[in-house]
């Protein structure tokens, strides 16, 4: 999932992306990927699963409970024995094919947990905000963060990359300079981070983390590759440091909503995306209520009013 484009004309996005959906395609040697037929504006042409290794492989994020592109997945192996099936989070876009893969293959399923959100639900929020969501989701093994699974000439490194998604996974593939990066860091667009699922404080740690590890290219959830994907993750940072700002500055003029902060920040914003850029927004007031810096009252929420904090 995805995004809010606004403030982002400091982030070169790249979308140059035309793989058509169920078409097999290497990326590197012993990686190939394929689109699932889901394009949308939080998902881009669709989510791309990915293959690690030959002969026994690893499945990463076998994609939505999609009748055709479980198909083409199943096909793209045939031959081949799934040793392994790695979900870098249980948004539903990326996790109810797996027990269909797992089905047919018999591989080990490993996450970092089932799908909760990032902080316990305020009264009266609902699944509304929740239905995302992949509740049915159990992984065989959990991951923890640091950990390395090897297969057959491939290993994967558990990145644990929360803020998208409270259970975000990227996975490192050793001996390369390749991040699975998930839908934490991806090319054609920045990260939608909304409670109850994501949190703003999370994911910033998330992408410090990400800043001073080695891997260079993201190969990510939606989209092409990230290219000097340092650097890009520089950006972000950047991008969500100036929204967080231009929300701040806002407030200084007086108390306000949701609905305001929106209107002055996303110019221009797809109106489809109005509820995510919305989230967006409640994520960064949550951080900052809990930083002391805005005030509201009781819990943030998505219909409250915020004010700068006195002091
Ligand atoms: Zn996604």
Redesign the pocket.
């Known amino acids: 999932?995805?995004m809010d484009n606004s403030v982002s004309d400091d982030i070169p996005f790249d979308k140059s992306f035309d793989l058509p959906p169920g078409q097999v395609d290497e990326v590197m040697p012993g990686v190939r990927r394929l689109v699932a037929p889901n394009p949308g504006p939080?998902?881009f042409t669709g989510?791309v699963t990915y293959i690690v290794g030959r002969g026994k492989v690893a499945i990463i994020d076998p994609g939505p409970e999609h009748e055709s592109h479980i198909a083409a997945v199943l096909d793209a192996v045939r031959g081949e024995t799934v040793t392994h099936i790695f979900v870098t989070?249980t948004?539903r876009?990326?996790s109810p094919a797996v027990p269909y893969v797992k089905a047919a293959t018999g591989a080990t399923v490993l996450a970092e947990g089932p799908h909760r959100p990032a902080r316990p639900l305020h009264i009266g929020e609902t699944k509304r905000l929740d239905a995302g969501g992949d509740q049915n989701f159990r992984p065989d093994r959990t991951l923890a963060d640091g950990e390395t699974v090897s297969g057959d000439g491939w290993a994967l490194e558990a990145v644990a990359t929360p803020g998208h998604c409270a259970n975000h996974m990227a996975f490192a593939l050793h001996g390369t300079d390749v991040l699975f990066s998930?839908?934490h860091v991806m090319a054609w667009a920045t990260s939608v981070v909304a409670p109850p699922d994501g949190a703003m404080r999370d994911y910033m740690q998330s992408l410090f983390k990400l800043r001073v590890r080695p891997e260079r290219i993201y190969l990510p959830?939606?989209g092409p590759a990230v290219r000097d994907a340092p650097r890009f993750v520089e950006r972000f940072i950047a991008h969500r440091e100036a929204r967080q700002a231009a929300i701040l500055h806002r407030l200084a003029k007086g108390e306000t909503d949701i609905p305001t902060l929106v209107r002055a920040i996303y110019i221009g914003l797809d109106p489809r995306l109005v509820g995510a850029a919305s989230l967006s927004v409640l994520a960064h007031l949550e951080d900052l209520v809990a930083s002391g810096l805005v005030a509201t009252e009781g819990d943030p929420s998505i219909g409250g009013t915020y004010r700068a904090a006195a002091g």
Do not use: A, K, W
């Open positions: 999932m995805i939080f998902t989510t989070h948004h876009d990326h998930g839908d959830g939606h």
